[in-house]
């Protein structure tokens, strides 16, 4: 089945630094591939949306100047965290769909700690 | 705002012993359910989800069933095998199939 891969799955970095994170579809084309986070003993929500080539659509109260998203291929959609701090800790998860199909394809989520 | 509110685990049941999920929603619309799995060094899989209310989805012997009137949507499986062993995850949204808020997980840990 189709694969989607995340990496790193976990990060240790400082506060003040920027950490990116990488979600790669291997085996199809993803036109659209959402990124979740996940704080503590709370609920995974949706931060952004992004469509290849296209600007990222962020979900209300997700800075898109923090949370910097780039899809520049059909394969790769990278997610930046600028400028960490501790509240930014948190699991973020991207999923990826082929074509206009139904189906979300996940990665594994990374563990983000800012020190 | 949209919210998902599914019972805490850990759940650990023996093999061939009736499973039950809670699940329940608050949205301002109607939208679509979800229970997504994720295993063991693995991503969220959609499991099931329903659209619309009284539907029930269903796919490897569990099921749900969309309850607009109790705002619910419990998994349930008749006989549990070890394979099982996951984290199960709730979801909804109102667009379409795009899951927007999911439940907090709910590890099952399925014994011999």
């Not at chain 1, 923090?66 to 965290?81: D, R, W």
């Not at chain 2, 997504?36 to 989805?57: F, N, R, S």
Request: with cysteine; charged share 20%.
């Amino acid at each position: 089945g189709a694969v989607v891969s995340q990496h790193p799955s976990r990060v240790i970095c400082k506060s003040g630094t920027s950490v990116k994170i990488e979600c790669r579809s291997l085996d199809f084309q993803a036109t659209t591939m959402f990124w979740y986070r996940q704080f503590p003993k709370q609920s995974l929500m949706l931060m952004a949306t992004s469509n290849e080539g296209s600007k990222a659509t962020y979900e209300q109260g997700v800075e898109k100047d923090k949370f910097l998203i780039n899809h520049a291929s059909l394969t790769l959609s990278t997610l930046t965290v600028t400028s960490a701090h501790p509240e930014d800790s948190s699991f973020y998860i991207c999923s990826a769909r082929e074509g206009y199909g139904e189906k979300l394809f996940f990665g594994s989520g990374t563990q983000l700690s800012v020190l | 705002g949209d919210s998902v509110t599914q019972m805490e685990g850990p759940v650990t049941l023996s093999e061939e012993a009736f499973l039950t999920i809670n699940c329940t929603y608050t949205a301002t619309g109607y939208p679509s359910l979800f229970w997504y799995v994720q295993y063991p060094g693995e991503g969220l899989q959609l499991l099931l989800k329903a659209t619309k209310a009284d539907d029930k989805g269903s796919n490897k012997g569990f099921e749900a069933t969309y309850r607009k009137e109790t705002t619910s949507f419990h998994l349930e499986k008749g006989s549990v095998q070890v394979s099982d062993s996951a984290v199960y995850f709730c979801a909804l949204s109102d667009r379409g199939n795009t899951p927007l808020v999911f439940g907090k997980g709910t590890r099952l840990s399925v014994i011999a």
